[in-house]
Structure formats: structure tokens, C-alpha cells
């Protein structure tokens, strides 16, 4: 089985080429990494880096090449990049603790042993010696328990007090894993009085959870992708807040390269005689690097390299627009330097579209940009002033400003061309040959979302909702009117104003004014997706398998990828997370946890295309098998055949024979069943929230192991996405069964691919 | 599963499985994308099957009092009675459409099934599935024919609405 975790294809997408395997040997000695009683460090100084040419490593960070600590990670990639000067060291023990959330996925794509998606104790050991480390004080002793090194990076920019780089976190030699809440490093220079908040050396636990779910969702929604949790540690710890009131911390376990801004840049806004050899070495790592032919062969490039990271932010910033989320946050140490999420607890959908903000002193939706460009001008104004007198000469002035802002024009043109519901291949397409009518587009969805009511829009502590036209509403249900066939002009136009179900507020001659303009921007949206749709129904050959196929794949992903992220407004979602830790502190049940984040993680997927790459896929009899994924101990999968049928295939292992009775060994407590028993098992499932529900027998069958299991196949249409959820019981003999439904709510979000599509992935599995 | 059944374990099995539906009713209820009235209408549906499973053998029982015995018999009846009178095409879509083919684009997923003629009875009555991907309808197989006729078959007299369980109708 590949694993392939998320991002390749969209890597692929932003212009970077991916292989299976293809990484250098290392120049650093290998080393083992954890010593009993002992320390050991291996922070290379400076070395010529072999590059990572597998784009999803290098967005992990790390070196699959070279195998550290008592789990066998590859090495962190982010301590040979930033060198040894821009780490200090931690000495840091192994705590005993209990794992309340543990991430399977990322964890095989780590290269750690695990199958499945069962905690057993054996596997519980392995993840505390690790990934549970805490810093030791300063002369206290380790009691004879695992030492390591840690290295907290040095870093400057906003956002940060005094502090000279991570006050609170660290990063472990392996996996390329950052422990959020290690204790209080020798980079915190805040003091308990100034913000306590950071002071402490703790993280809230609840921070972990927020962090561990945007982590995910953020996986699928951007092109570049976002930081995402391995694992959250309780260690008993609480943070006793100066009111008397306690918060529970945890070790929470950062994955992603990290890579940020603020490590080119030394307090404030200064860089340092390190910058330069940083920033290099940073976009050399990420693939973005740009170079020209110099004295003594090619040389970096330092504006064409800053224009090709803004370039990223620009996209990042657009597809913010498209799934209508706000980070609230961002600062030069807030985000990764090409544009990947980082720091994801102030993140917010929304409902609609309003200029909302999810902390006062934060950026609002339409006006982050700004923030963005400051920060990033903020970079580049470091790597300058480090140059000293070379920098007009190797980095000339950039307007930082208006290269992001024009870069974003052009990605949010993208973006709202797939906002339609069609497939990205023929929106490239659209894009560089009618490009006229992509930014009219673009045009008309933005002044519709942009309209406001001018309520309060500080979206904290409760989900505002003041935008007066819903649009991306109407993007979503006006190709299912295409559907239904010709409709005149005016039916559409009144199909899409009552789409956008507008909420106008204010005196009564303002809110005809308001209205009056609505109805007018609703026309000019009406045409320029007419116009879309029809170039687009111009060029299908080679995107789609018929213009029927295409208006039903435009439909399905029109309805999936707009349908709003209701699971991640922030004021509900951290209320949520709130209550769960609070319910975890009382009864220390882990699997409280695995449902708020798995859950809300899967209901608020929404990009068909990163699904379609989400998971495991292989070969089958007939067809292909992909989005292979573990929820609950029950294996779910597409299967795309060649015939043109598609299913969604759920498989449980079954172990025992009929003499004895069958048992279903991944599921909880195990549960016992007879011939009989199995095969009047049903599956009740929806795949609309509930709404309605179908039913699936079982059947005796083997799984891709070829291993005995009970089987499940649901037809389904070639194009469409959703959310699989379900609940199975038995109803035979005497018995009556139902597995714990609430557990399996978890859900299955899946995108099923159409006869192109199948053909490109099967390509890649054969390649 | 196994071992005699006792009016205990049947309270026992009840209990949990009641217990099991509230869980699951909580969780629906704290997520804002689940329509939690369809929730509990599967909740209230697997809950009646799972008395009904844990209770009816108990009618067996010698040991049970046979004023309670009849009690059961009477609460087994009327919830079989409930089933079959609100069977739900999405239940058995899939066993309907087992093998069939759309003739129109030969698509093998049925979005729904439609009837017309109820009152010419379970063998004449007209049953055709609809395409999910072009809309087209045509017959099932006639194994899915036979699915729906034990399925359905005890529904199709004059004066059924079709609708009421899933199924479009042209009202003939
Ligand atoms: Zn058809």
C-alpha cells in the first residue's frame, strides 16, 4: 500500500514536481539520537544540504534517509537548514503521560510503525519514549530517564514581546516534530508580569485540539498546506492562572517544515550577518529558490525568490477567500514562509462572506492582506538591512505591497473559477484562454461578497453573519438549475437572488438602494457564469467524459466544495473544545478527543481534488482502490472500476471461523457473531447529514490483505463527494447488535472520481 | 449474543442500547451539520427493532408470567406492524437495484424508484428504477423485482401512497 498523505498532487498543482522516493544520502553522521542518563546533539553546522526532491517530505521536513530516535523518524530536516547557530539547545527528559489524541495518518506518513487505528499499550510506550519530553531546570535531575537534546530556533518579527525565538516549544532531532509546551526555553525573555500567557513554558491543552483539527482541514483546503498535530500529551499538567482558576496543559506535536519569516530576522525588524544564508537556504529546501548566473556559476537570486514566495502567500491568501476563512493572527512567526498554515488557533470559517475578525487586534478577512504584505515586507526589509551595502545592489527594493496584491488578484481569479464546480485542469484551461471572462467573474463574486451591513464584526465569541448576499450560496445551487435544462434568463437571474437570500438591514431607502443593487450584481453574476460554463462547455474534450458528465461533476462539486465550513466558526468550535477538555479532565477518556477532532476534521473537507489523493490507494481486480482510510478499526475505500462502476467499499476484518463464531477483532470490545449473525448485517447510512437514510447488506468477503472480512459496497455515481456516516446492526435469530453508533459518526468524507480522473490516478499507481 | 435469553438480559440489553441511542442523540446534537431529526428518527427506528429482537423470545418462556407473555406478543405485533407499514425504499433501494443497468446511459445507480398502477396489486404493479446519473427510468432485474415484491408486496392495495415510503408516484 502507497501511502501518500495529502499534498502531493496539489504540490504538483503549484509547480513542483514530486517522486516516490528519491532522496540523498545525508552528510551528517547518523546517530541514534537518545542516550539513558545521557545528551546527545547533532545540529550540523554548516553542510551542503542534499535536497529532498519528494515535495510532500520536504513539506514534512524531513529525511527519510537518515533514521533517529527510538521511533526510527527521519531526521528534522529544519536544524540542518537554519544551522546550529539558530538553535538553542534544550536538555530535555521523557515524562510519563497519556496520549489523549494520536494522529494514525501522519504518523505512517512519518515513517512510524503503526497499523491501523488502535491505541494498545504496546503502541502507547513507543509514542511516550518518542515524542513525551518536557525541558529539564537548570540543574535538576533527570532521575535516570530518557535525556535528549531539543533545540528552540531563534527567531524576531511581530507578535513575539522580547522573547528572542520559541519561548515555549522545541524541536525533537526526529520527525522534524516541534513539542508545543516543552517548559520555559533560554530564548524566553518575557516575564510572567508582561504575559503570562506565553511566560509559563506550558501550552493549553485546547490549543492542541484547535490546532490538531485546522491541521487537517487546512491539509485539504490549501495548495500549500498547513502545520498539522501528531499527537496531543497529557502530562497532569495545569497552568493556575493568576484569578485562581486552573487550564489543563499538554505536550502537543507539531509536524510540517516550519519554515518562517520570522527565522530570517533578528528582533523587530533587524536581520543579522545569518539571514541571508537562511533565507536561502529556506527556499532551497522548499523548492522556491530562484537563481541567476554569477561570477562563479548560478547564484541566488534574492527579489526574484521574494517575488516567488509572495507569490504563495497570494494564493494562500485567495484560497482564505474561497473557503471564506480568516487566520485572525497572522505575524511574520505566524505563518510558514511559502504561504503554509501555521499557528492555527485564532483560525474562523463563516457563514457568508462579512469582513469579520477573530481578535480585535487581528486582521479582518478582506483586509489580511494587508497584514501579509507588512510581514512579508517586514522579511525582506530584514534580508536588506543584513546586506548592508550590497543590498541595492543584490536585493533591490521591492513594493512588496503591490506585488502581493496583484499576485492575489490573479489567485483569487483562479479560485473563483473553481469556485464554479469545475474541475481545476479546465479552469487552467479557461484561465489562459478566456481569461477576460475568468475576471469578470472573479469580479462579480467579489463586489456580491463584499456588501456588508456594518454590524459588529469581531467574530470571537459568536458567529457573525452580516454579509448581505450569501454568494457563495448561489455558486453552489445554480449549476444543479443548469441541470434541470434551459431556463430563461430571468428564471435564472431569480433563481440565483433567491440563492443569495439576501439579509438587508438599515432605513427603508437604504435597503432598496441595497436591494436595487443586489438585483444588479445578481445579473451581472448570472452572465459571467454563463459565460464560464459555456467556455468551459467549448473545451470539455480531454476534462470530462460528455457535457452530461460534466454539468453533473460541475453540480456535485459545486454543492460539495461551497457548502459552508460550519464545523469551524470559531466561537462554537473552541466552546466545543472547551467542553471536551473539560469532560477529558474528569474522566481521562481519550476517545472524547479522537471524536471532536477526527469529526470536525471530517465534516469540513470540502476540496474534491485533495480528497481524491487523501489516503492509501492500490490496485484491484478490475479497477483501482484510493482513499483508502482507517476510521474505528473499519477499513473504508473508493473503488473505481474499469467498467465504470464506482463504490464506496467498507471492510472489516473477521477473525474465528463458524464453529466458534466470527470476530470482529478491530472494532471496540470485539464483538462476536455467528454465520448467521453476519450476514444479516446491515449498514445504515447517509451521506446528507442525516437527512435520509439507505441500507447495504453485508457480505462475507477478504480485504486487501486477503484476509476474511464482512464487506460492504455502496454504489455511487461517478463525480460525487460526501460525508459517509452510518450505523450497523444485526438483526437475526435471537440477537439483536448495533455497533456504538456515536463512535462511528466519525465519517468518511470521499470524492469519487470520474472516467478521466480514474485514468490519472490509475497512471500514477502504475508510474 | 449466545446463552439462553432471560427477561435480565433483555432489560440489560434494552438499557444499554437505550443508553447507546442517548449518546448518539448528545453527539448529533452538538454538531451543526447533522440533521439531528433524522438522527432520532433512526435512533427511535433501531431502538423498536432492538426491544423487539431482546423481548420476543422471551414469549418462550416458561418462566415468564403468561400475562406478560401475551403483553409481549401484543408489543412484538404492533412494532412489526410499524415496520411493515413504514418501510422505507431507501432501505432496500440498493437490494432493488442489484444488478439492473440503466438503458438509457448504462449507469448501475439508482437514485429512486417510481411506481404507478398500486391498485392492479404486488405482481402488475409497475416498478421502475431512475437513474441517478441521467434520470432515465427503466425495469429492475427480476431478482430486484422480487425484492421489492417481499419488501413492499403487502403495501400495494388500493388506497397506498407510494410516497409516503420513498417511492415516486405518478398518483395512478
Ligand atoms: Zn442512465
Not at chain 1, 56 to 73: C, S, V
Request: charged share 25%; net charge neutral; glycine share 10%.
Amino acid at each position: 500500500m502507497t501511502l501518500t498523505g495529502l499534498g502531493n498532487k496539489l504540490l504538483r498543482r503549484v509547480g513542483l514536481t514530486t517522486s516516490a522516493e528519491s532522496v540523498q544520502p545525508g552528510t551528517t553522521p547518523k546517530t541514534n539520537g537518545v542516550e539513558q542518563g545521557g545528551a546527545v546533539g547533532n545540529v550540523a553546522g554548516t553542510v551542503e544540504l542534499p535536497t529532498v526532491e519528494d515535495a510532500h517530505l520536504r513539506a514534512l521536513g524531513i529525511d527519510k534517509t537518515r533514521k533517529e530516535g527510538p521511533a526510527e523518524l527521519g531526521h528534522s530536516r529544519i536544524l540542518d537548514v537554519l544551522g546550529a547557530d539558530r538553535f538553542a539547545p534544550v536538555k530535555a527528559v521523557q515524562v510519563d503521560g497519556k496520549v489523549a489524541w494520536f494522529n494514525f495518518a501522519l504518523a505512517r506518513e512519518l515513517g512510524f510503525a503503526v497499523e491501523g487505528d488502535a491505541m494498545t499499550p504496546e503502541l502507547h510506550q513507543r509514542i511516550l519514549q518518542a515524542l513525551a519530553y518536557r525541558a529539564l531546570a537548570p540543574g535538576e535531575d533527570a532521575g535516570g530517564k530518557n535525556v535528549v537534546e531539543l533545540y528552540a530556533d531563534r527567531y524576531g518579527g511581530t507578535g513575539i514581546g522580547n522573547n528572542e525565538g520559541a519561548g515555549r516549544a522545541a524541536f525533537l532531532p526526529w520527525g522534524n516534530l516541534n513539542i508545543k509546551g516543552v517548559g520555559r526555553t533560554s530564548l524566553a525573555k518575557i516575564t510572567e508580569a508582561q504575559d503570562f500567557h506565553h511566560a509559563h513554558g506550558g501550552a493549553p491543552m485546547r490549543e492542541g485540539l484547535i490546532e490538531a483539527a485546522w491541521g487537517e482541514v487546512g491539509s485539504n483546503l490549501f495548495s500549500r498546506g498547513s502545520s498539522r498535530i501528531l499527537a496531543i500529551i497529557d502530562t497532569g499538567d495545569f497552568t493556575q492562572w493568576q484569578n485562581g482558576s486552573k487550564e489543563k496543559r499538554a505536550l502537543i506535536v507539531r509536524a510540517s517544515h516550519q519554515l518562517r519569516p520570522a527565522h530570517v530576522l533578528k528582533g523587530y525588524d533587524q536581520g543579522g550577518d545569518f539571514s541571508e544564508r537562511v533565507f536561502v537556504s529556506m527556499a532551497k529546501e522548499l523548492g522556491m529558490l530562484v537563481e541567476k548566473p554569477g561570477k562563479a556559476g548560478a547564484e541566488p537570486d534574492l527579489p526574484a525568490t521574494m517575488k516567488k514566495l509572495i507569490g504563495q502567500h497570494a494564493r494562500t491568501q485567495a484560497e482564505q477567500q474561497r473557503w471564506r476563512i480568516v487566520h485572525g493572527a497572522i505575524s511574520t512567526g505566524n505563518m510558514q514562509i511559502d504561504g503554509a498554515q501555521l499557528d492555527l488557533a485564532t483560525m474562523s470559517t463563516q457563514p457568508r462572506t462579512a469582513d469579520i475578525k477573530t481578535i480585535k487586534q487581528g486582521g479582518s478577512f478582506f483586509g489580511e492582506i494587508d497584514e501579509r504584505a507588512s510581514e512579508l515586507a517586514r522579511l525582506y526589509g530584514a534580508l536588506r538591512s543584513s546586506l548592508g551595502k550590497d543590498a541595492a545592489k543584490r536585493a533591490p527594493p521591492i513594493d512588496v505591497g503591490a506585488e502581493l496584491a496583484s499576485a492575489y488578484k490573479r489567485e483569487l481569479t483562479r479560485q473563483m473559477v473553481d469556485a464554479t464546480g469545475l474541475k481545476p485542469s479546465m479552469g487552467e484551461v479557461l484561465l489562459s484562454e478566456q481569461p477576460a471572462a475568468c475576471e469578470r467573474l472573479s469580479k462579480a463574486v467579489q463586489s456580491l461578497a463584499r456588501m456588508g451591513n456594518g454590524g459588529d464584526l469581531l467574530a470571537d465569541k459568536r458567529v457573525v453573519d452580516d454579509a448581505v448576499v450569501d454568494v457563495f450560496n448561489a455558486l453552489r445551487g445554480y449549476p444543479s438549475l443548469l441541470l434541470e435544462g434551459e431556463a430563461p434568463r430571468e428564471a435564472r437571474v431569480a433563481k440565483v437572488l433567491e440563492l443569495l437570500r439576501p439579509n438587508v438591514l438599515g432605513s427603508t431607502q437604504k435597503k432598496e438602494q441595497t436591494l436595487a443593487k443586489v438585483q444588479q450584481l445578481a445579473v451581472e453574476l448570472v452572465d459571467a457564469l454563463d459565460a464560464v460554463y459555456a467556455a468551459a462547455a467549448a473545451k470539455l474534450d480531454g476534462h470530462y467524459d460528455s457535457k452530461e458528465a460534466m454539468q453533473r461533476s460541475i453540480a456535485q462539486r459545486a454543492a460539495f466544495e461551497n457548502e459552508p465550513i460550519e464545523a469551524l466558526y470559531k466561537a462554537p468550535a473552541h466552546e466545543l473544545f472547551d467542553r471536551v477538555v473539560d469532560e477529558f479532565g474528569r474522566t481521562g477518556d481519550a476517545k472524547l478527543l479522537t471524536e471532536a477532532i477526527d469529526k470536525l476534521a471530517a465534516s469540513s473537507v470540502r476540496s474534491f481534488e485533495a480528497l481524491l489523493e487523501l489516503g492509501g490507494k492500490g490496485a484491484i481486480e478490475g479497477g483501482i482502490e484510493i482513499e483508502r482510510r482507517t476510521i474505528d478499526g473499519i477499513d473504508h475505500a473508493v473503488r473505481a472500476f474499469d467498467d465504470g462502476k464506482r463504490r464506496v467499499h467498507l471492510s472489516m476484518p473477521l477473525t474465528g471461523d463458524e464453529a466458534s463464531g466470527f470476530v470482529l477483532a478491530t472494532l471496540p470490545g470485539a464483538p462476536r457473531l455467528s454465520k448467521a449473525d453476519v450476514e444479516a448485517m446491515r449498514y445504515r447510512f447517509t451521506v446528507d447529514g442525516w437527512q435520509t437514510t439507505q441500507e447495504v447488506q453485508a457480505r462475507l468477503g477478504v480485504d486487501e490483505h486477503g484476509r476474511p472480512a464482512i464487506t460492504f459496497d455502496i454504489p455511487v455515481i461517478k463525480g460525487a463527494a460526501g460525508r459517509l456516516e452510518g450505523v450497523f446492526h444485526v438483526e437475526a435469530g435471537q440477537g439483536f447488535w448495533i455497533k456504538d453508533g456515536a463512535s462511528n459518526f466519525r465519517g468518511y468524507t470521499f470524492a469519487v472520481p470520474d472516467k478521466q480522473e480514474a485514468a490519472a490516478l490509475a497512471k500514477g499507481l502504475a508510474g | 449474543m449466545s446463552g439462553k435469553p432471560t427477561p435480565a438480559a433483555a432489560l440489560d440489553a434494552i438499557l444499554d442500547l437505550t443508553a447507546g441511542q442517548l449518546a448518539l442523540l448528545a453527539d448529533a446534537a452538538k454538531r451543526p451539520d447533522v440533521d439531528l431529526g433524522g438522527v432520532a428518527r433512526t435512533s427511535f427506528d433501531l431502538l423498536l427493532k432492538g426491544i423487539k429482537a431482546n423481548v420476543a423470545p422471551l414469549t418462550k418462556d416458561p418462566a415468564v408470567p403468561a400475562e406478560t407473555r401475551a403483553r409481549i406478543e401484543r408489543v412484538v405485533g404492533a412494532v412489526e406492524a410499524w415496520e411493515r407499514s413504514t418501510v422505507a425504499l431507501g432501505h432496500h433501494l440498493i437490494a432493488v437495484a442489484e444488478g439492473w443497468q440503466c438503458r438509457s446511459c448504462g449507469g448501475d445507480v439508482a437514485r429512486t424508484a417510481a411506481v404507478s398502477g398500486v391498485a392492479l396489486g404486488k405482481s402488475l404493479i409497475k416498478l421502475e428504477l431512475v437513474c441517478a446519473e441521467c434520470g432515465a427510468r427503466s425495469a429492475p432485474t427480476p431478482k430486484g423485482r422480487k425484492v421489492f415484491e417481499e419488501k413492499f408486496g403487502h403495501l400495494v392495495v388500493a388506497g397506498w401512497n407510494p410516497e409516503a415510503n420513498g417511492f415516486q408516484w405518478d398518483r395512478r
